[in-house]
């Protein structure tokens, strides 16, 4: 089993900064992709950023040049920065490990951090 615990959350105004940390924990693993997906209310769940291990660092347009994921593998940390946030950033922030077993991948999700911009 793999733990994901997401922090960094908050509320901050509009066109402000927040940098969301995921710290992974359990037994020995082989990360082949990491993700931050959100989720605003009424609304589904988007993939916000993607870092795998074949194809290195996505994006959706609207995150581009705004957001910016990294990892500490020593450290099993993946951190999102979010640069220049909008009310429409408002969201829970999930984080997301896809982890490799031999043949097969099992997906693991934080509980989520509460993101909220205000206006």
């Known amino acids: 089993q793999v733990q994901l615990v997401e922090s960094g959350g908050g509320l901050v105004q509009s066109g402000g900064s927040l940098r969301l940390t995921c710290a992974a924990s359990?037994?020995?693993?082989?990360?082949?992709?990491v993700a931050w997906y959100r989720q605003a209310p009424g609304k589904e769940r988007e993939l916000v950023a993607a870092?795998?291990?074949?194809?290195?660092?996505r994006y959706p347009d609207s995150m581009k040049g705004r957001f910016a994921i990294s990892r500490d593998s020593a450290n099993n940390t993946v951190y999102l920065q979010m640069n220049d946030l909008k009310p429409e950033d408002t969201a829970v922030y999930y984080c997301?490990?896809?982890?490799?077993?031999?043949?097969?991948?099992?997906?693991?999700w934080g509980q989520g951090t509460q993101v909220t911009i205000s206006s």
């Open positions: 870092l795998t291990k074949n194809s290195g660092e």
């Open positions: 997301h490990h896809r982890i490799s077993y031999g043949l097969g991948y099992a997906d693991y």
């Open positions: 359990g037994r020995p693993f082989s990360i082949y992709a």
